[in-house]
């Protein structure tokens, strides 16, 4: 099946610092990407829709200036959670979509801790 | 907008058969998939159906729609320790591009 893999894998950083977390489909293209985030012991929360070429689509209540998504090409969209404070400690998981199928291929997640 | 219910917690003997229980409140979901989730882990999808099926078997996996009654459920047999984990059931539409209702869940665990 398809391949999306998530980098870093988990990443520990000091309150209002920026951390980047990259989700890259490998073996196809996807035009759109999904950001999703996973409190402890709760369902996962889509956060945005990453479009390649133009402006991510923020779910209600998601702050855009604080989670920047840059989808620059059809294999990699970023997530940048800036000046990270510790409530945005969470899971935080990609998924891309293989438009052919119309088939979600997830990526491993990103835990983000912030100190 | 969509809402996926789950129970929340399931704890079932090696051997035995697990039940998750679903239920989702749109019609339109054409796509409801079964999702694993083990520790620390990402998604990995087990299996999905169609909305216009009412069931689907792949290996010790059986899902099974009832859509009048907007309920799915997916059934374990033989479980194992291996087994246990959170499963998501998770909704969709046919629209490319549009992202997937999850419920908040359930946690199976298996004791030997």
């Known amino acids: 099946g398809a391949v999306v893999s998530q980098h870093p894998s988990w990443v520990i950083c000091k309150s209002g610092t920026s951390v980047k977390i990259e989700c890259r489909s490998l073996?196809?293209?996807?035009?759109?990407m999904f950001w999703y985030r996973q409190f402890p012991k709760q369902s996962l929360m889509l956060m945005a829709t990453?479009?390649?070429?133009?402006?991510?689509?923020?779910e209600q209540g998601v702050e855009k200036d604080k989670f920047l998504i840059n989808h620059a090409s059809l294999t990699l969209s970023t997530l940048t959670v800036t000046s990270a404070h510790p409530e945005d400690s969470s899971f935080y998981i990609c998924?891309?979509?293989?438009?052919?199928?119309?088939?979600?291929?997830f990526g491993p997640g990103t835990r983000l801790t912030v100190l | 907008g969509e809402d996926v219910e789950q129970s929340l917690f399931l704890s079932v003997r090696e051997g035995d058969s697990s039940v998750i229980n679903c239920t989702y409140t749109?019609?339109?979901?054409?796509?409801l998939y079964w999702y694993k989730q083990e520790p620390g882990a990402g998604l990995q999808l087990l299996t999905y159906i169609f909305s216009n099926m009412d069931m689907k078997q792949d290996q010790r996996l059986t899902v099974l729609l009832n859509k009048k009654d907007k309920h799915l459920s997916l059934r374990i047999a033989d479980t194992q320790t291996g087994d246990s984990a959170i499963y998501f059931c998770a909704g969709g539409s046919n629209q490319a591009g549009t992202a997937l209702i999850f419920g908040k869940g359930t946690t199976l665990s298996v004791s030997s």
């Open positions: 073996d196809f293209q996807a035009t759109t």
């Open positions: 998924s891309a979509l293989r438009l052919a199928s119309n088939e979600q291929f």
């Open positions: 990453s479009n390649e070429g133009s402006k991510a689509t923020y």
């Open positions: 749109d019609s339109s979901s054409t796509y």
